[in-house]
Structures are given as structure tokens and as C-alpha cells.
Nanobody, 124 residues
Framework: QVQLVESGGGLVQTGGSLRLSCVAS????????MGWFRQAPGKEREFVAA????????YYADSVKGRFTISRDNAKNTVYLQMNSLKHEDTAVYYC?????????????????WGQGTQVTVSS
């Protein structure tokens, strides 16, 4: 079965950095679009970043553009989210997701598989 396992979350001060990783198994990694989403307490899950199958195209939410970078290593079945200049409002559970479509979507409903999430807490 398909499994997505996130890691790298934790507690960091405002202005700090974290790097999230998501390792996929049970699918052909180079054939799926990968995305990162987040959900803060009391809020809906929201799009953060996405990357095309080859890694040649990336997409970001306006709130993280210029601070976060998504990348992937198809040889390692892994997608990353480098988060710099973290703000208190970045505090959330971060999820990686995989989509079998060719098109890169930014909506949660388009993604087929989800990880269990990793907590990111930014102290102000």
C-alpha cells in the first residue's frame, strides 16, 4: 500500500529554519505530483507548495513565497520543504500528499494519498 511518512518538524523560534522530509513508498514516485499542505488549529487544511513530477515546476502559496522551497529527489522517493524565516503564523501540522495526475493542483481534494503529518511550532 502507499505510504507517505513526514519527518523534520519541531519547535523553532521566529526567524529560524526547518527542513521537512516526506518519504514515499508503494508507488512510482516519479509518476506523482507532490504537495505540502498545512493545518492550524481551528482552520482548514491549506496549500503550501507543490512540485511537478520531474521537479522542473514548483508552486507556492503567497504566504510562503520567498521563504519556503519545495524540492524532490526521485532517486530517494523523497520530497522536501525547506522553511526559512519562519513566522508564528506558520505554526501548523504539515502534511505531504501525492497526486497521480499530471496537472499540479493546489487543492486538497485533488490529492490521492496523504501522510500522517508533522507538527511545526514557531515560538514568537
Amino acid at each position: 500500500q502507499v505510504q507517505l511518512v513526514e519527518s523534520g518538524g519541531g519547535l523553532v523560534q521566529t526567524g529560524g529554519s526547518l527542513r521537512l522530509s516526506c518519504v514515499a513508498s508503494g508507488l512510482t514516485f516519479s509518476n506523482v505530483v507532490m504537495g505540502w499542505f498545512r493545518q492550524a488549529p481551528g482552520k482548514e487544511r491549506e496549500f503550501v507548495a507543490a512540485i511537478s513530477r520531474s521537479g522542473s515546476s514548483t508552486y507556492y502559496a503567497d504566504s510562503v513565497k520567498g521563504r519556503f522551497t519545495i524540492s524532490r529527489d526521485n532517486a530517494k522517493n523523497t520530497v522536501y520543504l525547506q522553511m526559512n524565516s519562519l513566522k508564528h503564523e506558520d505554526t501548523a501540522v504539515y502534511y505531504c500528499a501525492a497526486d497521480r495526475a499530471v496537472v499540479v493542483w493546489t487543492t486538497t481534494s485533488k490529492y490521492d494519498y496523504w501522510g500522517q503529518g508533522t507538527q511545526v511550532t514557531v515560538s514568537s
